[in-house]
């Protein structure tokens, strides 16, 4: 393949941004690169907005995605998720200089490498979330508001909320109710 590329959604959710790849050469292109979300005729936006897969077997018989600039004249296009649980984090975006060059077997295939990136960036993720959370460098009502679960709805405004607890089923407690006290 001519380039394949990471791009991820920047933190307001308003761009993807190449954050890894290279072309046949090695190279990577300006990590600076960013695509705006809102972009209509963007494929890499597109997928980020819809969570589904995106294909151009000819990019020169399309006007769907503009046609990158430069030798060699780029064909395919095919540009996949990348979910962690429901939520597109991004796209996994892979170029070639042939015609048709992804078949039902490449796309499959590859969508099972931008699943298992995917879960890496995840784990990644997670593990900063937890790092700043023992550093006490994470505000919880950001977290929980970015996750589209205000900490309101969790504890309540006046404090916590009796309510939306969650039980604690514990066995040892059903056998010893000196320690079902101390919960």
């Known amino acids: 393949h001519y380039f394949v590329g990471i791009r991820l959604?920047?933190?307001?959710?308003?761009?993807?941004?190449?954050?890894?790849?290279?072309?046949?050469?090695?190279?990577?292109?300006?990590?600076?690169?960013?695509?705006?979300?809102?972009?209509?005729?963007?494929?890499?936006a597109r997928v980020c907005r819809s969570g589904e897969s995106f294909l151009i077997d000819d990019l020169s018989a399309t006007t769907e995605a503009p046609r990158p600039e430069g030798p060699p004249p780029l064909r395919s296009e095919l540009v996949l998720p990348l979910r962690v649980g429901q939520q597109t984090i991004g796209a996994l975006d892979?170029?070639?200089?042939?015609?048709?060059?992804?078949?039902?077997?490449?796309?499959?295939?590859?969508?099972?490498?931008?699943?298992?990136?995917a879960i890496a960036i995840g784990n990644a993720l997670i593990y900063k979330l937890e790092k700043d959370l023992r550093k006490g460098d994470l505000d919880l009502n950001r977290v929980f508001?970015?996750?589209?679960?205000?900490?309101?709805?969790?504890?309540?405004?006046?404090?916590l909320d009796r309510r939306r607890q969650i039980p604690i089923h514990n066995r040892s407690t059903e056998r010893c109710p000196e320690a079902a006290a101390r919960i």
């Open 9 to 44: 959604l920047n933190d307001r959710n308003d761009k993807v941004v190449l954050r890894a790849g290279a072309d046949c050469q090695g190279q990577m292109p300006s990590p600076d690169f960013s695509i705006a979300l809102s972009d209509q005729s963007n494929s890499v």
């Open 94 to 117: 892979i170029w070639n200089e042939q015609v048709a060059a992804f078949d039902s077997e490449d796309h499959q295939a590859l969508q099972t490498l931008a699943n298992q990136i």
């Open 145 to 159: 508001t970015d996750m589209g679960f205000p900490i309101e709805n969790a504890i309540g405004r006046g404090g």
